[in-house]
């Protein structure tokens, strides 16, 4: 098997934005995808060693900033290189929160998803959350 050809799959770079008690949290991820469009599902794979996934898993909220192509790497980093356990990642960044407090970007970002799971399957490494879109909103 070339496993190569896996990597012609398409893919985005989104913020998960999550938020426990009053703390805010993110992570980069890869691996959004809608599900169904009646109702509006989409499924998120978090890998169980981010911060983000426990929260998520925690509260079954969570948000999608969709990045934008022009995306700085400052962004990338910030998300996806440095554990919310030990910094606040929102900080200098600018963002909005949804009815229930939780972050989305509003730069860099050409929409966004309020999420609320519905179910979640463990798959060793990672948990797909499964969720239904509450709203969605271009930026």
């Given at each position: ?53 426990d929260i998520v898993a925690q509260t079954k909220l ?43 970007l509003q730069s860099y970002c050409t929409a966004y ?27």
């Amino acid at each position: 098997m070339d496993t190569r050809a896996l990597f012609k799959i398409g893919y985005g770079l989104y913020v998960i934005g999550s938020k426990i008690d009053n703390k805010l949290n993110g992570c980069i991820l890869n691996t959004v995808g809608q599900i169904t469009s009646n109702p509006v599902r989409v499924t998120a794979t978090i890998n169980k060693s981010n911060f983000t996934h426990d929260i998520v898993a925690q509260t079954k909220l969570f948000t999608v900033s969709m990045l934008s192509q022009s995306t700085p790497f400052e962004v990338i980093k910030r998300f996806g290189f440095q554990s919310g356990r030990d910094t606040d990642k929102f900080v200098g960044f600018q963002f909005l929160t949804t009815s229930d407090g939780i972050p989305y970007l509003q730069s860099y970002c050409t929409a966004y998803l309020v999420c609320r799971v519905y179910e979640s399957v463990d798959v060793g490494t990672h948990t797909v959350f499964f969720a239904d879109v509450e709203d969605a909103n271009l930026l």
